[in-house]
């Protein structure tokens, strides 16, 4: 077996754990849901746990997404036309992640530091958070 089959193969790899991680998300998003409903949770705040965990499965599913092109690129195919549709590709997928993560939290990724500790979820709970 080639160095170039074996790098290929772990792609696919990496990328079938990327589409298992999206529907893993899936999965998870509406059992939470179910289990919302039987809770006795509003019908509104069972929409945003849905949305929100099948949110944080689509993102770490494409960061899977994204280092399988990455590795298929780089290993496989090193040429200049892969290289630009490899980036081409991130910045989509990029663009993606960042609208997912406004959409999650609210605010935008570098703005979390702006935010005072109290205004944290963790601070809300009580709990803290050690480095």
């Known amino acids: 077996m080639s160095f170039e089959q074996t790098m290929d193969d ?9 589409v298992a991680t999206v529907l893993v998300g899936l ?5 939470s849901g179910v289990l919302g409903l ?3 949770e509003g019908a509104w705040s069972v929409y945003r746990t849905i949305r929100a965990v099948f949110a944080r499965g689509i993102l770490l599913g494409l960061e ?5 092109d ?6 496989v195919q090193p040429s200049l036309e892969n290289v630009a549709v490899l980036g081409l590709i991130i910045v ?7 609208s997912l993560e406004v959409e999650l ?10 935010v005072a500790p109290a205004a944290t979820p963790e601070a809300q ?3 803290q958070i050690h480095d």
């Not at 999965?27 to 059992?31: C, D, F, G, I, M």
């Not at 990455?70 to 290993?75: D, H, K, P, S």
């Not at 989509?92 to 960042?98: A, D, E, H, I, Y």
């Open 10 to 18: 772990i792609a696919r790899g990496v990328e079938i754990l990327g």
């Open 105 to 114: 939290d609210g605010r935008w990724p570098w703005a979390r530091a702006a």
């Open 38 to 40: 039987l809770g006795g």
């Open 64 to 68: 899977f997404l994204v280092a399988a």
């Open 70 to 75: 990455i590795i298929r690129t780089v290993a």
């Open 125 to 127: 709970s009580g709990r």
């Open 27 to 31: 999965v998870a998003s509406l059992a």
């Open 92 to 98: 989509v997928r990029t663009f993606l992640s960042f």
